[in-house]
Protein backbone atom coordinates (compact mmCIF):
# COMPACT_ATOMS: atom_id res chain seq x y z
CA UNK A 1 0.00 0.00 0.00
CA UNK A 2 0.77 3.40 -0.22
CA UNK A 3 0.43 6.42 2.34
CA UNK A 4 0.34 10.01 1.99
CA UNK A 5 1.18 12.41 4.27
CA UNK A 6 0.49 16.25 3.16
CA UNK A 7 2.04 19.22 4.64
CA UNK A 8 1.96 23.18 4.35
CA UNK A 9 -1.43 24.58 4.47
CA UNK A 10 -2.71 27.55 6.37
CA UNK A 11 -4.37 30.35 6.36
CA UNK A 12 -2.79 33.45 4.30
CA UNK A 13 -4.27 36.84 2.97
CA UNK A 14 -5.07 37.22 -0.75
CA UNK A 15 -1.92 37.98 -2.63
CA UNK A 16 0.15 35.95 -0.54
CA UNK A 17 2.04 32.38 -1.01
CA UNK A 18 2.38 28.82 0.20
CA UNK A 19 3.84 25.55 -0.58
CA UNK A 20 2.48 22.36 -0.11
CA UNK A 21 4.26 19.09 0.62
CA UNK A 22 3.14 15.35 0.20
CA UNK A 23 5.71 12.66 1.12
CA UNK A 24 4.52 8.93 0.35
CA UNK A 25 5.81 6.07 2.16
CA UNK A 26 5.04 2.26 2.17
CA UNK A 27 5.75 -0.66 0.05
CA UNK A 28 5.36 -0.07 -3.43
CA UNK A 29 7.68 -0.62 -6.57
CA UNK A 30 7.05 2.53 -8.55
CA UNK A 31 5.24 5.98 -8.37
CA UNK A 32 3.85 7.39 -11.98
CA UNK A 33 1.75 10.41 -11.37
CA UNK A 34 1.78 12.84 -8.46
CA UNK A 35 -0.11 15.69 -7.93
CA UNK A 36 -2.91 17.73 -6.33
CA UNK A 37 -6.67 17.97 -5.85
CA UNK A 38 -8.85 20.31 -4.16
CA UNK A 39 -12.21 20.64 -2.77
CA UNK A 40 -13.96 23.71 -1.70
CA UNK A 41 -17.02 23.43 0.95
CA UNK A 42 -20.47 22.46 -1.70
CA UNK A 43 -18.09 21.36 -4.21
CA UNK A 44 -16.81 18.62 -6.36
CA UNK A 45 -13.61 17.83 -6.03
CA UNK A 46 -11.41 19.01 -8.81
CA UNK A 47 -8.01 18.57 -10.53
CA UNK A 48 -5.37 21.20 -9.57
CA UNK A 49 -2.06 19.95 -11.28
CA UNK A 50 -0.48 16.67 -11.47
CA UNK A 51 3.48 15.78 -12.48
CA UNK A 52 4.75 12.24 -13.63
CA UNK A 53 7.66 10.90 -12.69
CA UNK A 54 9.53 11.69 -15.60
CA UNK A 55 8.92 15.70 -14.99
CA UNK A 56 5.89 15.98 -17.00
CA UNK A 57 3.18 18.36 -15.83
CA UNK A 58 -0.31 20.06 -16.31
CA UNK A 59 -2.33 22.41 -14.68
CA UNK A 60 -6.20 23.56 -14.21
CA UNK A 61 -6.55 27.27 -15.96
CA UNK A 62 -7.16 28.05 -12.43
CA UNK A 63 -3.88 27.55 -11.53
CA UNK A 64 -1.76 28.35 -14.53
CA UNK A 65 1.06 31.08 -14.14
CA UNK A 66 0.64 31.10 -9.96
CA UNK A 67 1.13 27.78 -9.09
CA UNK A 68 3.76 25.28 -9.78
CA UNK A 69 3.83 21.42 -9.22
CA UNK A 70 7.80 19.27 -8.65
CA UNK A 71 8.54 16.82 -7.16
CA UNK A 72 11.69 14.73 -6.03
CA UNK A 73 11.58 11.36 -6.67
CA UNK A 74 14.28 10.50 -4.48
CA UNK A 75 12.23 11.48 -1.94
CA UNK A 76 8.88 10.48 -2.88
CA UNK A 77 7.27 13.70 -2.50
CA UNK A 78 5.52 16.35 -4.73
CA UNK A 79 5.48 20.23 -4.22
CA UNK A 80 3.18 22.87 -4.86
CA UNK A 81 4.13 25.95 -4.53
CA UNK A 82 1.50 28.55 -4.94
CA UNK A 83 2.16 32.14 -5.00
CA UNK A 84 -0.64 35.15 -5.72
CA UNK A 85 -3.30 33.24 -3.60
CA UNK A 86 -7.31 34.08 -4.03
CA UNK A 87 -9.96 34.12 -1.90
CA UNK A 88 -11.05 31.38 -4.41
CA UNK A 89 -8.54 29.24 -3.98
CA UNK A 90 -9.28 28.45 -0.23
CA UNK A 91 -10.17 24.77 -0.28
CA UNK A 92 -9.08 21.50 1.15
CA UNK A 93 -5.96 20.34 -0.76
CA UNK A 94 -5.64 16.59 -1.43
CA UNK A 95 -2.40 15.10 -2.33
CA UNK A 96 -2.74 12.53 -5.32
CA UNK A 97 -0.65 8.88 -6.35
CA UNK A 98 -1.19 6.51 -9.05
CA UNK A 99 1.87 3.91 -8.08
CA UNK A 100 1.91 0.42 -8.01
CA UNK A 101 1.94 -1.69 -4.74
CA UNK A 102 3.98 -4.33 -4.07
CA UNK A 103 1.20 -6.23 -3.07
CA UNK A 104 -1.82 -4.63 -5.02
CA UNK A 105 -0.25 -3.72 -8.46
CA UNK A 106 -1.90 -0.29 -9.90
CA UNK A 107 -4.05 1.88 -8.07
CA UNK A 108 -5.21 5.12 -6.80
CA UNK A 109 -4.27 6.53 -3.41
CA UNK A 110 -4.91 9.63 -1.72
CA UNK A 111 -3.63 11.69 1.41
CA UNK A 112 -5.94 13.31 3.78
CA UNK A 113 -6.10 16.54 2.61
CA UNK A 114 -4.81 20.21 3.86
CA UNK A 115 -7.03 23.02 4.48
CA UNK A 116 -5.64 26.17 2.73
CA UNK A 117 -7.79 29.44 3.68
CA UNK A 118 -6.98 32.36 1.73
CA UNK A 119 -8.45 35.49 3.29
CA UNK A 120 -9.41 38.76 1.33
Known sequence: QVQLVESGGGLVQAGGSLRLSCAASGSFYRINIMGWYRQAPEKQREFVATI????????????????????DNAK?????????????????????AQAMARLSGWGNYWGQGTQVTVSS
Open 76 to 96: NTVYLQMNSLLPEDTAVYYCY
Open 52 to 71: TDGGSTSYAESGKGRFTISR
